[in-house]
């Protein structure tokens, strides 16, 4: 047996791992802290190796936070504790295989460890171990077995690890990840369906669950959803790996399966597709034949249309990557040091699970949708690339330069380019871009494929390009919010706005390293001045590499004027690598009314506003300053708060100053606005009568101002404009 100091020095392990793997990213104990929703004091006990005072729940969210491999974390915390349920039931403890007594005992611990991080009710303890007849004696006996549990899992001592909690209802198994295998499971299966995590999901698993415990447990609910998830990830490794030369391992993971499920008709269906892709064409189809003999002798039912549909495929060898056809591959590289986004992956991820359970009809669409610069093609192909292999069929990539320097992309001019990705010769494709529309929906009818439509300028130049069939997953980029698409078509919506200061500092970390943990006061000026934009950030950070020599501190004050940052913020000859042509972009293709709108914005001492203001701005009505601040939201040059309110990103209205130049009509009329609301707000709050007309010099539509919009100026008392004097 290993004494306390052993285990002192694996926890050592583990926390030198987080460490590095946090300081790497660039992040503080405290960005970790929020990454992962635990206190700083958590993370600082993790890094020291205090695994004793740590729950398990807790190390395994900072190993998810960090994308650190469960399996890895395993192997290098070296966990006193390792409790095995994916197979016969077995308990080590610092190595040593433990005796875990009577079956009732060992049945206690089956269940824990299956329902593990749940609190498991007395009541139900009873019923697996008694049934309906318990002794009068059951209270003591269940305290007796958990006793001698909790010894045999080190009972909390040299470790220091409580590994079963009471809890008032019932009894808790505190294991993670790093301790429990089942628990591995489920991490690297979240993780993403990537082949490597799904097979070593899969390869935890070492026989039929629980194999030496009574079918009373084996059959308990948790025990049948464990089956059920381990099911679904082999089906979903089958699924992800499309190479003919790997199609044994799947055959060899499957099979094993197949032995305990022989009825399952989506795991046989995936080992005779993997058999015929192996050259196996016999075997594959000599399984059918037996899969079919026993559905109808053990359940009356014919092969359903899933197993037929794969017999047929084997038949026209027609598998796994249908060598008939070609498979465009036209992902773009994956962007360097890609951080933060996980709600936006997320949301990728829970589409990707509807096109792939196949459950809906319709065509599934994600629009993701953001200002210039903000990483929304960065996010599309971050994801693609993840999860190209689920698209065994190919990928599809088109930039319709939406929102470029160049010429807008035709419909008709990407269609064509798609169908001669897909083998149609170039005479063959039709001259109408309603009949190359209806062309590409045929040839993509029943393929997976992964569509990348970037830089989309509006739905109606989407449509043409959509495939029709629910096998396809479509996503699009766009500066434009395509609520029609969202409307008409369906298109799920995922807003993509600027990093968070944890994020932004990871994406830093990765381009210029270590110079952001030696000066990160320095470091968070420079995200500041960047308005934690990803494109801003990354050209701050290719100044920092030219000069090498220049401090961080001496470059945020080089940067702290905004027109000077706007110049600097600028990568030459590539328009795509700089902040004022992305920004013109969008600013183009504004209507007359709306550009000025956004230039006069620029004048605005803070950077929100309302559309009282704005009216006030234009000399316009209400209505039509509503109707030009949507504009500008709908371009993602301003963003709407739940108040009602508007806001501009800092570098924007940096960018609207220099458009305006000198132009800055109005802003006078704002100045005299907020006085006059100012007045009125003061005389409501003094309980005073407010007279029918304000005294100013402007409209009198400033009578008809919400007075609760304004009542802060009043109690703050700081707004610039209303403490101004005029000149």
């Known amino acids: 047996m290993r004494q306390a100091g052993e285990f002192e020095m694996a926890g050592t392990a583990l926390g030198v791992a987080v460490r590095r793997r946090r300081v790497e990213l660039g992040l503080t104990q405290r960005d970790l802290a929020e990454l992962a929703e635990l206190s700083v004091r958590t993370i600082g006990k993790i890094e020291q190796g205090k695994l004793p005072d740590t729950q398990s729940k807790s190390i395994d969210r900072v190993i998810s936070a960090l994308g650190i491999d469960p399996a890895i974390a395993c192997s290098c915390s070296d966990s006193a504790i390792r409790v095995s349920v994916l197979g016969p039931l077995v308990v080590r403890l610092a190595g040593e295989v433990q005796e875990l007594g009577a079956e009732k005992q060992r049945c206690l611990l089956g269940l824990l460890a299956l329902r593990y991080g749940i609190t498991v009710s007395q009541h139900e303890i009873?019923?697996?171990?008694?049934?309906?007849?318990?002794?009068?004696?059951?209270?003591?006996?269940?305290?007796?077995?958990?006793?001698?549990?909790?010894?045999?899992?080190?009972?909390?001592?040299?470790?220091?690890?409580?590994?079963?909690?009471?809890?008032?209802?019932?009894?808790?198994?505190?294991?993670?990840?790093?301790?429990?295998?089942?628990?591995?499971?489920?991490?690297?299966?979240?993780?993403?369906?990537?082949?490597?995590?799904?097979?070593?999901?899969?390869d935890q698993w070492r026989g039929p669950l629980l194999a030496d415990l009574p079918d009373r447990l084996r059959l308990h609910p948790a025990a049948v959803s464990a089956q059920e998830r381990r099911i679904s990830a082999a089906m979903a490794y089958a699924d992800a790996v499309v190479e003919p030369k790997r199609q044994d391992e799947v055959i060899r993971r499957l099979q094993a399966l197949i032995v305990e499920a022989p009825m399952h008709e989506g795991l046989l269906a995936r080992v005779m597709l993997a058999m015929a892709a192996a050259g196996r064409q016999a075997d594959a189809i000599s399984l059918y034949s037996g899969a079919r003999?026993?559905?109808?002798?053990?359940?009356?039912?014919?092969?359903?249309?899933?197993?037929?549909?794969?017999?047929?495929?084997?038949?026209?060898?027609?598998?796994?990557?249908?060598?008939?056809?070609?498979?465009?591959?036209?992902?773009?590289?994956?962007?360097?040091?890609?951080?933060?986004?996980?709600?936006?992956?997320?949301?990728?991820?829970?589409?990707?699970?509807?096109?792939?359970?196949?459950?809906?009809?319709?065509?599934?669409?994600?629009?993701?949708?953001?200002?210039g610069g903000v990483g929304k093609t960065a996010l599309a192909l971050h994801w693609a690339h993840q999860n190209k292999h689920h698209f065994p069929d190919g990928q599809l990539y088109v930039n319709l330069r939406g929102y470029?320097?160049?010429?807008?992309?035709?419909?008709?001019?990407?269609?064509?380019?798609?169908?001669?990705?897909?083998?149609?010769?170039?005479?063959?494709?039709?001259?109408?871009?309603?009949?190359?529309?209806?062309?590409?929906?045929?040839?993509?009818?029943?393929?997976?494929?992964?569509?990348?439509?970037?830089?989309?300028?509006?739905?109606?130049?989407?449509?043409?390009?959509?495939?029709?069939?629910?096998?396809?997953?479509?996503?699009?980029?766009?500066?434009?919010?395509?609520?029609?698409?969202?409307?008409?078509?369906?298109?799920?919506?995922?807003?993509?706005?600027?990093?968070?200061?944890?994020?932004?500092?990871?994406?830093?970390?990765?381009?210029?390293?270590?110079?952001?943990?030696?000066?990160?006061?320095?470091?968070?000026?420079?995200?500041?001045?960047?308005?934690?934009?990803?494109?801003?950030?990354?050209?701050?950070?290719?100044?920092?590499?030219?000069?090498?020599?220049?401090?961080?501190?001496?470059?945020?004050?080089?940067?702290?004027?905004?027109?000077h940052r706007l110049r600097l913020l600028d990568a030459g000859d590539d328009p795509y690598a700089s902040i004022g042509p992305v920004f013109s972009w969008s600013y183009n293709k504004l209507s007359d009314e709306g550009a000025r709108l956004f230039r006069l914005l620029g004048f605005l001492p803070g950077n929100t506003l309302d559309v009282y203001a704005a009216a006030v701005l234009l000399n316009t009505s209400r209505e039509k300053a509503s109707t030009l601040l949507a504009e500008l939201v709908d371009a993602h040059l301003l963003d709407q708060d739940v108040n009602g309110r508007f806001r501009f990103h800092d570098l924007l209205r940096a960018y609207a100053r220099q458009k305006a130049g000198r132009e800055n009509q109005g802003q006078e009329n704002l100045i005299d606005f907020y006085r006059a609301a100012r007045s009125r707000a003061a005389s409501v709050l003094a309980g005073a009568r407010v007279p029918k007309t304000p005294t100013t010099t402007q409209p009198n539509s400033f009578a008809s101002i919400p007075m609760h919009r304004f009542t802060h100026i009043i109690r703050e008392g700081t707004h610039p404009f209303v403490t101004r004097k005029r000149p």
Request: glycine letters at 6%.
């Open 126 to 202: 009873v019923e697996l171990l008694w049934g309906t007849k318990p002794p009068a004696t059951w209270q003591n006996l269940i305290h007796t077995y958990v006793t001698r549990l909790r010894k045999a899992l080190g009972n909390g001592g040299s470790h220091g690890h409580n590994a079963i909690v009471t809890a008032p209802s019932g009894y808790r198994l505190a294991l993670g990840a790093q301790e429990l295998d089942i628990a591995t499971f489920d991490a690297l299966v979240q993780q993403g369906e990537k082949p490597e995590n799904l097979a070593a999901a899969l």
């Open 293 to 371: 003999q026993l559905l109808g002798s053990e359940l009356g039912v014919d092969p359903s249309a899933e197993l037929r549909s794969a017999h047929e495929r084997v038949l026209r060898q027609d598998v796994p990557a249908k060598a008939n056809r070609l498979v465009p591959a036209q992902l773009p590289a994956d962007v360097v040091g890609f951080s933060g986004r996980r709600s936006q992956l997320a949301a990728l991820d829970s589409l990707l699970a509807e096109v792939r359970s196949g459950n809906s009809a319709a065509m599934v669409i994600a629009a993701i949708a953001g200002t």
């Open 404 to 563: 470029d320097p160049d010429e807008p992309v035709d419909p008709a001019d990407a269609l064509a380019a798609f169908l001669r990705a897909l083998g149609v010769e170039t005479h063959s494709i039709p001259r109408d871009v309603s009949e190359r529309s209806a062309m590409f929906r045929t040839m993509v009818a029943d393929r997976r494929l992964l569509m990348i439509l970037d830089n989309a300028r509006a739905a109606n130049v989407v449509r043409p390009l959509l495939p029709g069939t629910s096998e396809a997953f479509v996503v699009i980029t766009s500066r434009e919010s395509l609520r029609g698409l969202a409307v008409r078509d369906g298109a799920r919506l995922i807003d993509v706005g600027v990093l968070n200061l944890a994020e932004s500092r990871a994406l830093m970390t990765t381009l210029i390293g270590q110079r952001v943990a030696t000066a990160p006061r320095a470091a968070d000026v420079l995200i500041k001045q960047c308005g934690h934009l990803p494109l801003a950030i990354r050209l701050v950070a290719d100044l920092a590499a030219r000069k090498p020599d220049l401090e961080l501190a001496d470059l945020a004050e080089e940067l702290a004027d905004e027109q």
